[in-house]
């Protein structure tokens, strides 16, 4: 039973750090790992910002998100292309994350 709680505190504990990386705005990453130094960025923006990312994941042959969003962006494999879409308000901390989404591929 020890052996599980301790497995069980070190993976929380190991997952809550991993999290923090993207969801503190301030956290600081590796700026040289990136798929691309130069990409086309698109940037969307949408009435109905759930509806537009489902759609376009849909028709990109993925089987949408199935969970709530604040922000989406697609990527091409090569690194060269990226279409964020975001509500017609937004903030800097959910563009950001996006566009880091558009050099770093799925990092989290």
């Given at each position: 039973?020890k052996?599980?709680?301790?497995?069980?505190?070190i993976?929380?504990?190991?997952?809550?750090?991993?999290?923090?990386d993207?969801?503190?705005?301030?956290?600081?990453?590796?700026?040289?790992?990136?798929?691309?130094?130069?990409?086309q960025?698109?940037?969307?923006?949408?009435?109905?910002?759930?509806?537009?990312?489902?759609?376009?994941?849909?028709?990109?042959?993925?089987?949408?998100?199935?969970?709530?969003l604040e922000?989406?962006?697609?990527w091409?494999?090569?690194?060269?292309?990226?279409?964020?879409?975001?509500?017609?308000?937004?903030?800097?901390?959910?563009?950001?994350?996006?566009?880091?989404?558009?050099?770093?591929?799925?990092?989290?």
């Amino acid at each position: 039973m020890k052996k599980i709680i301790a497995t069980l505190t070190i993976t929380f504990f190991a997952t809550n750090i991993w999290a923090q990386d993207w969801r503190d705005p301030r956290s600081r990453f590796d700026a040289k790992k990136k798929m691309s130094d130069t990409i086309q960025l698109t940037w969307r923006t949408a009435d109905n910002l759930q509806q537009a990312c489902e759609e376009e994941s849909r028709r990109r042959g993925n089987g949408g998100f199935g969970y709530g969003l604040e922000a989406c962006s697609f990527w091409n494999i090569q690194g060269t292309e990226c279409l964020i879409i975001t509500k017609n308000t937004t903030n800097l901390h959910e563009l950001g994350h996006e566009v880091r989404h558009c050099f770093q591929g799925n990092y989290h």
